[in-house]
């Protein structure tokens, strides 16, 4: 399965034959991400398959964890009482490194300030037989898709952009740790049978339009919530043009757009797969992109899919009076910090520096991987990047997840920022809600960093030299012998705190429960759980719990859009919160909910079945409201229990 894990393989053999017999009972023909997720089928026979309506019970090849989701799901998955993960398993450290002054020095204070973390993560993989990255090692999807993804597998990972291995060929999910931790404790993953949209690719990407921009406008044609409950496949003659990372950009953006994964064909297969396949291939939804006319855009602010093709920019800004002056440019983040993304941007660098132009923001450069650093150092790149004035910073999320520090403008000051980043919400990168964050491919950013215009500046690729990088040896794969480790979490620690276990339900129907908070409009997880600051307690539910819903929240339709992040979830339930009455769940978000939190009505809680919310007005009116939910029986059981874990693992805790 890869060269990190001795004696692991893939076995496309049980696809095959799953699909053999799923394609005898549909007697139809299937899409590519039909293909790869019902040969992931836990039951083949049984299983219904309607699209959009029935939940699949699948049985992944791997998971992936980042630091700051891996601590609560260790912590889970030691409560379950078991000894190792049931399927090969890594986590990633790259979420708890912030940015200040450059790599080297970022790193050495992150290992400083999050030791106990770390050390809590490499004991707790060591003993449960998983693969630890450690700090420095690079941000999880760029590993990922180093390391581990291969065509035709599927893989869930407790960061929403985990999708970003479908650049080569993989189902990839974003989950909550919970759902992590039933596929680690051998219980099938459930997912709502996705629909599936097609983006038809025709033309040829040139010049200064790259892949980022397929998403960029993507994002603009189906909005936020235009991929809720879909997997977005890619296909058509468009595709041979693009590269394996841009194609990971283009999938691993999918998450803005609510997309179940995305997910691009086997390169060197398209012709096959394009060719008698577009006549009979059934999409819920297909879109057109011609590349040959595709131009760069620039997404934002404030979200993802306010799309602006860069020849309207200027007029936009002016129009809605957004800052014109752009104060820091940023590539890097999961999504373009690539070496190719590297090159390119370098190269127009260079080439801004040859023509005697200075760089008129702030620009930071983070690498994806220590393998993509160590690259770049050997070819010179680093070098180009700091002789113009840019920092390097740590191969770490920093910014992208609001690990910064920083200094140039003061909280509450307008200001404009572009970032090769793939979200944009109101404070995500520096925790000032006056900044406007524009999203665009690292080829934009880095032009406009210069405040030059494309035109004044051409494309080249470096060459790149030969000589092995030097790079650090960052990977820690589980000891041959593990029962003499000892899991390190200290019981007077303020960042790690054991999981006492949710109390299963009383059986009674809970009546004058106070109404905690009333919310309105868009209502991401950062919202609900505050990123920056708030990601040290990522690991003590009592602590992290303070930061819930404190951001200014306005939101009641796709309530839980953005991230994976369950503590966004468990943290109502932990205050003592028992339901969470919304026009509509984002999918990541609802299936956490489920995991953990309770709802009204509850002594004839039926798959289907509405239950009634009494509202008492405070003039002692009432009024009646019809609450639908989305339980199916299994997840009923969740409820009854206290918790998914806990309904299917029945062993006594410790
Ligand atoms: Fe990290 Fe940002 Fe990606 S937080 S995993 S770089 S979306």
């Not at 690079?138 to 970003?164: K, R, V």
């Not at 990372?245 to 398209?270: K, V, Y």
């Not at 004035?389 to 770490?396: D, E, H, P, Q, T």
Request: charged share 20%; aromatic share 6%; net charge negative.
């Amino acid at each position: 399965m890869s060269l990190l894990e001795k004696g692991k393989y893939i076995n496309y053999q049980r696809i095959e034959d799953n699909l053999a017999i799923v394609r005898n009972r549909l007697q139809r023909p299937l899409t590519l991400s039909e293909k790869i997720l019902y040969g992931h089928l836990d039951d083949p026979h049984g299983q219904d398959i309607t699209r959009g309506v029935s939940y699949l019970k699948l049985r992944p090849d791997r998971v992936a964890c980042q630091d700051a989701t891996a601590q609560m799901a260790l912590l889970q998955f030691m409560s379950a009482g078991m000894d190792t993960a049931a399927v090969p398993t890594t986590v990633h450290c790259d979420h708890l490194i912030e940015a200040q002054v450059g790599g080297v020095k970022d790193l050495e204070r992150a290992i400083n300030i999050n030791k106990e973390v770390y050390d809590f993560l490499a004991t707790a993989t060591a003993k449960y037989g998983l693969g630890f990255w450690k700090p420095g090692s690079g941000i999880i999807h760029q590993i990922i898709l180093e390391n581990y993804a291969f065509p035709g597998g599927l893989m869930i990972g407790t960061d929403s952009h985990t999708p970003n291995a479908g650049g080569l060929g993989m189902i990839a999910c974003g989950v909550g740790g919970a759902d992590a931790v039933d596929v680690m404790a051998d219980i099938p993953w459930e997912l709502k049978c996705p629909k599936v949209i097609g983006v038809n690719l025709t033309g040829k990407i040139s010049g200064w339009t790259t892949p980022k921009d397929v998403i960029l406008k993507v994002a603009g044609i189906l909005t936020v919530k235009g991929g809720t409950g879909a997997i977005v496949e890619y296909r058509g003659p468009g595709v041979e043009s693009l590269s394996c990372t841009g194609m990971a950009t283009i999938c691993n953006m999918g998450a803005e757009i609510g997309a179940t994964t995305s997910l691009f064909p086997f390169n060197n297969r398209m012709t096959d797969y394009s060719q008698g396949y577009q006549a009979c291939a059934e999409y819920d939804q297909l879109i057109e992109i011609n590349l040959s006319e595709l131009e760069p855009h620039i997404n934002g602010p404030f979200t993802p899919d306010l799309a602006t093709p860069l020849s309207k920019f200027a007029e936009e800004v002016k129009k809605n009076n957004w800052p014109e002056e752009i104060k820091v440019g940023l590539i890097g983040s999961c999504t373009n910090s690539s070496y190719e993304d590297m090159t390119r941007s370098a190269s127009i660098v260079k080439q801004a520096a040859d023509h005697g132009l200075d760089l008129k923001s702030k620009f930071t450069v983070t690498p994806g991987s220590e393998q993509v650093r160590a690259t770049i150092a050997r070819d010179g790149l680093i070098n180009t990047f700091e002789a113009a004035g840019g920092i390097v910073l740590a191969n770490a999320c920093g910014p992208c997840i609001g690990q910064w520090d920083r200094q140039d403008v003061k909280k509450g000051e307008a200001n404009s920022i572009i970032t090769s980043y793939n979200r944009n919400f109101t404070g995500r990168n520096d925790a000032n809600p006056a900044t406007h964050a524009f999203v665009a491919s690292p080829d934009i950013v880095t032009a406009l960093a210069f405040a030059a215009l494309p035109s004044t500046l051409s494309l080249t690729s470096s060459s790149a030299a030969t000589a092995s990088p030097s790079r650090q040896d960052t990977f820690q794969p589980p000891p041959e012998d593990r029962a003499a480790v000892q899991v390190a979490v200290d019981a007077k620690s303020d960042r790690l705190q054991l999981l006492q276990p949710f109390k299963p339900w009383d059986g009674k129907t809970p009546t004058d429960l106070p109404v905690l908070i009333k919310v309105k409009g868009k209502c991401t997880t950062d919202h609900i759980s505050a990123g920056g600051p708030w990601l040290k307690y990522r690991g003590h539910l009592e602590n992290i719990s303070q930061n819930c819903l404190i951001v200014g929240c306005d939101g009641d339709s796709n309530y839980g859009e953005g991230s994976s992040r369950e503590h966004a979830a468990l943290e109502p339930r932990f205050l003592g919160g028992l339901a969470i009455i919304v026009r509509s769940f984002a999918r990541i978000h609802e299936t956490n909910l489920k995991k953990q939190v309770d709802i009204l009505g509850l002594e004839s809680f039926a798959p289907g079945k509405n239950m009634t919310l009494v509202a008492k007005h405070a003039d002692g009116t009432k009024d009646e409201i019809s609450l639908a939910h989305s339980f199916n029986e299994g997840q009923i059981e969740w409820f009854k229990a206290g918790s998914a874990l806990t309904s299917w693992l029945p062993r006594p805790r410790p």
